[in-house]
């Protein structure tokens, strides 16, 4: 099991940029693609960026391509999701995740361990 911790949210002007970190402990991090999720107020879950084992290949849906960029640094055992250009659209509880694969992946069932989520808030 991985303990995952996040960091970063707060409020924020649509616009700007806010760096999120997770911070990982307990299962070796780095053998292990990484993802990030967010969940809006009476939505579902929806998948926002991933990164595989080694940071060599990263996958996101179209609703953020361009906009937000995943990274990872294994020996700090973290993972980073960089918001750029936030819309108005964007704000929820961002959660990371520790995939069961060292593969990045959309599928929310792929993902064996959450975080406890950190809180962004766009200002229009």
């Known amino acids: 099991q991985v303990q995952l911790v996040e960091s970063g949210g707060g409020l924020v002007q649509a616009g700007g940029s806010l760096r999120l970190s997770c911070a990982a402990s307990?299962?070796?991090?780095?053998?292990?693609?990484m993802g990030w999720f967010r969940q809006a107020p009476g939505k579902e879950r929806e998948f926002v960026a991933a990164?595989?084992?080694?940071?060599?290949?990263?996958y996101s849906p179209d609703s953020v391509k361009g906009r937000f960029t995943v990274s990872r640094d294994n020996a700090k055992n973290t993972v980073y999701l960089q918001m750029d250009s936030r819309k108005t659209a964007d704000p929820a509880v961002y959660y990371c995740?520790?995939?069961?694969?060292?593969?990045?992946?959309?599928?929310?069932?792929?993902?064996?361990?959450w975080g406890q989520g950190t809180q962004v808030t766009v200002s229009s």
């Open positions: 307990g299962r070796t991090f780095s053998s292990y693609a």
């Open positions: 995740a520790v995939s069961r694969y060292r593969v990045a992946s959309g599928g929310y069932d792929t993902y064996d361990d």
């Open positions: 990164i595989s084992w080694s940071g060599s290949s990263t």
